[in-house]
């Protein structure tokens, strides 16, 4: 088992229209926060990423927030965090949250969302770093993804033994506890992967 400091929390910039969204938006940030785990997340205090940042923040957590410029532009950035980090475009933004996290969780979300979840899964699959994922199926938003990981191992496109990069579960508290284990997937050509990223 291993100690997550920081974890990367990406979500919509709506609230969807589940009132369950937001009720896991809200448990997630105070979760983290209760745990001492920082919150990274994208900067904004719109939708369900200002849901889990408010509630980290209510909670007296750590609330990092990385936000492209042209988004801070519009007043879009969260004026409450323990961090705000103004960057010049969302590949710098997407690098910053990855460096400053211990592992990733999914909420639901729309097309950005599944963006920056699959690119970490990319990097962990590449050993450009040793993070894993979660998504946090809520309501069973998620289960289509689950679906969809079965069929690209079925389909020879991802390993089996990469699987484990990504982790998918309806309850918070087993996400984490998953999330916590040491990596033990191998990397795309089938050696072990370690701690150790791609320089």
Same mark, same amino acid.
């Given at each position: 088992?291993?100690?997550?400091?920081?974890?990367?929390?990406?979500?919509?910039?709506?609230?969807?229209?589940?009132?369950?969204?937001?009720?896991?938006?809200? !448990?997630?940030? *105070?979760?983290?926060?209760?745990?001492?785990? #920082?919150?990274?997340?994208?900067? $904004? +205090?719109?939708? !369900?990423?200002?849901?889990?940042? #408010?509630?980290?923040?209510?909670?007296?957590?750590?609330?990092?927030? /990385?936000?492209? *410029? &042209?988004? #801070?532009?519009?007043?879009?950035?969260?004026?409450?965090?323990?961090? !705000? +980090? =103004? /960057?010049?475009?969302?590949?710098? *933004? %997407? &690098?910053?949250?990855?460096?400053?996290?211990?592992?990733? =969780?999914?909420?639901?979300? $729309?097309?950005?969302?599944?963006?920056?979840?699959?690119? &970490?899964?990319?990097?962990?699959?590449?050993?450009?770093?040793? %993070?894993?994922?979660?998504?946090? #199926?809520?309501?069973?938003?998620?289960?289509?993804?689950?679906?969809?990981?079965?069929?690209? =191992?079925?389909?020879?496109?991802? *390993?089996?033994?990469?699987? $484990?990069? /990504?982790?998918?579960?309806?309850? !918070?508290?087993?996400?984490?506890?998953?999330?916590?284990?040491?990596?033990?997937?191998?990397? %795309?050509?089938?050696?072990?992967?370690? &701690?150790?990223? /791609?320089?």
């Amino acid at each position: 088992m291993t100690t997550l400091g920081a974890v990367a929390v990406f979500c919509g910039s709506s609230f969807g229209n589940d009132p369950a969204y937001e009720a896991a938006a809200r !448990l997630t940030g *105070r979760t983290l926060a209760e745990r001492g785990i #920082d919150v990274i997340y994208g900067g $904004g +205090h719109v939708g !369900l990423m200002g849901a889990v940042a #408010d509630a980290a923040v209510e909670a007296g957590g750590r609330v990092i927030g /990385v936000i492209p *410029r &042209q988004l #801070d532009d519009r007043e879009l950035a969260h004026d409450g965090l323990t961090e !705000l +980090h =103004v /960057v010049e475009s969302m590949h710098e *933004r %997407k &690098q910053l949250m990855a460096d400053l996290s211990d592992a990733f =969780v999914a909420l639901p979300g $729309g097309a950005g969302t599944l963006e920056e979840i699959a690119e &970490q899964w990319t990097w962990a699959q590449l050993t450009i770093h040793a %993070k894993p994922c979660g998504f946090l #199926d809520v309501a069973g938003f998620w289960a289509p993804m689950r679906t969809m990981l079965t069929t690209m =191992v079925e389909s020879g496109f991802v *390993r089996a033994e990469q699987s $484990g990069i /990504v982790s998918f579960s309806d309850d !918070l508290d087993d996400l984490l506890t998953i999330l916590s284990a040491p990596p033990s997937w191998t990397d %795309k050509w089938g050696g072990v992967t370690d &701690q150790t990223p /791609v320089p």
